[in-house]
């Protein structure tokens, strides 16, 4: 039995793992810290959880092939996971109301070219302020999930299944080799395995700077404000690069941002205030509402949001399954199943083309 020993317990470690289990290997996840807690600025607990690529009209087809099949698969995903953990990752299809100001003609023909159901509405049908008077889109097949119960959700189906999690043990930097048959922990224990994935999400490119020095992956910070608002929204909204998503338990969230700041997590009270007008613009009511909480995430920033997916182009028994950017979410399912038939040795379902490694 193959032994694949993935690094780093995000959502793509954890998908990754859960689609090598599926398919016969033995799994070990090594993390720095707590899979599925939040800690130190990794991205997936703080993520909002839209399944779908806010404006995929923007991106490649490289990128709209792996969130649109990544989104395909999460209704049945969450229905097995809440089935055989007992853990509800609040799948649900809230839609997706598009506020302007956006480029209609482009938006429109996109979702009619890929079959994304669309249909332009008034703002205050849904009970949000429209700035403009123009149309909003309404795109009603629109899904989130909830990032942290989906961690949880992963978490115990992964225990279920074997697969051992090292936690607070961190991998140190890979140096040069032909050939990798283990590595090193910051305290110098060696771990061994038959093959290695690297799924480090922002540290990625901290951990392979010898061997890959033309990974382009940066961390950029997310912040993002939580309210219990007295009447919620009924589904998520989008104007102009900021969203508003409400759970099924009565909060909201506000958010994000797109911070160039390293790999500080930390928050800030500017941002916070920018989020909050930008909120209140939507929803008047929030003005008498509190902030409940105030997070960042630190997401493994890409040029064009594209991932690098591939064996490492020199090292033999390592790959790359990082770098998804905003959607790391929405791509996970269908980047661990690439990658995987990559360490199998087996045909790809999609072209694996667009996401090799630099060399
Ligand atoms: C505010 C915000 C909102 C977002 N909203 C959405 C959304 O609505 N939809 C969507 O699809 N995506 C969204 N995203 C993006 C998505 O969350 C990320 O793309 C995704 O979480 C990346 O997952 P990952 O597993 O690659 O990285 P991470 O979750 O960061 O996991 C990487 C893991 O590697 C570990 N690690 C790092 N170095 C080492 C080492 N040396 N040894 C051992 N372990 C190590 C880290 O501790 C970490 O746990 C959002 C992100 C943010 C921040």
Known sequence: MTHVMIIGGGIVGCMTAMELVNRGCRVTIVERNQIASQTSGESSWAGGGIIFPLLPWQYSQAVNNLTRDGASFYRELSQRLQLETGVDADFTQSGFLLLPAFDKHTAVSWCDKNQVPVQAVKAAAFNVQS??????LWLPSICQVRPPYLMQAMRKWLEQHNVTMLEHTQLAPLQE?????????????????????????????????????????????????????????????YREGFYMIPRLDGYLLAG????????????????????????????????????????????????????????????????????????????????????????????????????????
Not at 190 to 197: N, R, T
Not at 272 to 301: T, V
Not at 303 to 330: C, D, M, Q, V
Request: net charge negative.
């Open 177 to 237: 080799t032909q050939q990798l048959n283990e590595w090193r922990t910051v305290n110098g224990e060696k771990l061994s395995a038959d093959k290695f994935v690297v799924t480090s999400g922002a540290w990625s490119f901290d951990l392979l700077k010898e061997t890959s020095a033309k990974l382009n992956i940066k961390p950029m910070r997310g912040q993002i404000l939580l309210y219990q608002p007295d009447k919620n929204l009924e589904q998520m909204v």
């Open 256 to 359: 994000s941002t797109l911070e160039d700041v390293g790999f500080d997590n930390g928050v800030t009270t500017t941002i916070r205030d920018e989020l909050r007008l930008k909120a209140e613009a939507i929803m008047p009511e929030l003005k008498n509402q509190p902030i409940i909480k105030h997070w960042s995430g630190l997401r493994p920033g890409t040029p064009e949001n594209l991932p690098t997916i591939s064996a490492h182009p020199s090292i033999k028994n390592l790959y790359l399954n990082t770098g998804h950017f905003r959607y790391g979410l929405t791509m996970a399912p269908a980047s661990a199943k690439l990658v995987t038939s990559l360490i199998l040795d087996e045909p790809t379902e999609i072209d694996a083309q667009p996401y090799k490694c630099a060399i």
């Open 131 to 136: 700035l403009s008077g123009e149309d909003a």
